[in-house]
């Protein structure tokens, strides 16, 4: 069965600062791979995804991840924090074909100091 | 434009009463529809999934059941809660199996 690890639960980080959010999946086969958000009171956002081609994908609010095959790995990005990105962030992934039977990760919740 | 509309938002039930969570689409027609749960220190985890009217896929085995007695609108229910259904449920919807899915507010379920 899929899985997927998120190793840190918090991570806090200076704003202006460069953040990074681990990921790691455990699948058959390459999955399609996410990243969500989730605001204080509010439902999920997607940032991003990867289902084939370029293993840098480009996201919203300027985040990106790079999709490692050799490690299994879908780590997150942003090379310069605002205080508005505080929430926690989710990894997930889908099989191939059913993107939408997410697999999530335990999350990661992100504090931003001034 | 499309919406998703979950509610309650917060929910405290006593233990063997009862449960009825609503989710409803708008501006889409034959969604396809989920519920996830969140429980305390765990991650999403995908307890149903409906491709049309009357047809329901569960996930994984639990106190609960699911309905979708119209074409937008799912329901998560439960004859007697347990303390183990305290937790985070969040309703999605999305176009077809590869496209992006959109998720409600989530209702927190607070079994006590």
């Known amino acids: 069965a899929q899985s997927v690890t998120q190793p840190d639960i918090h991570i806090t980080v200076s704003e202006g600062a460069s953040l990074e959010l681990r990921c790691n999946y455990s699948y058959g086969a390459t999955p399609y791979l996410f990243w969500y958000v989730q605001s204080p009171g509010q439902g999920l956002q997607l940032l991003l995804k990867?289902?084939?081609?370029?293993?840098l994908v480009q996201g919203i609010k300027g985040f990106e991840a790079e999709f490692k095959r050799s490690q299994s790995s879908f780590n997150l990005r942003k090379p310069s924090v605002h205080w508005s990105d505080a929430a926690e962030y989710f990894c997930a992934v889908a099989p191939v074909h059913a993107g939408n039977m997410l697999t999530f990760g335990g999350g990661t919740r992100l504090m931003v100091k001034p | 434009s499309q919406t998703i509309h979950q509610w309650p938002a917060t929910l405290v039930q006593p233990v063997g009463s009862p449960l009825s969570l609503e989710c409803t689409v708008e501006g889409t027609s034959n969604p396809n529809l989920y519920w996830y749960r969140q429980a305390a220190g765990r991650g999403l985890q995908l307890l149903f999934y409906s491709v049309g009217i009357g047809q329901i896929s569960s996930e994984v085995p639990q106190n609960l059941s699911a309905s979708r007695p119209q074409d937008r609108q799912f329901i998560l229910s439960s004859k007697k809660l347990l303390l183990s259904d305290s937790g985070f449920y969040l309703c999605?919807?999305?176009?077809?199996?590869?496209?992006?899915?959109?998720f409600g507010q989530g209702t927190r379920l607070t079994v006590v």
């Open positions: 999605a919807w999305a176009g077809g199996l590869n496209t992006e899915a959109f």
């Open positions: 990867y289902f084939s081609g370029d293993t």
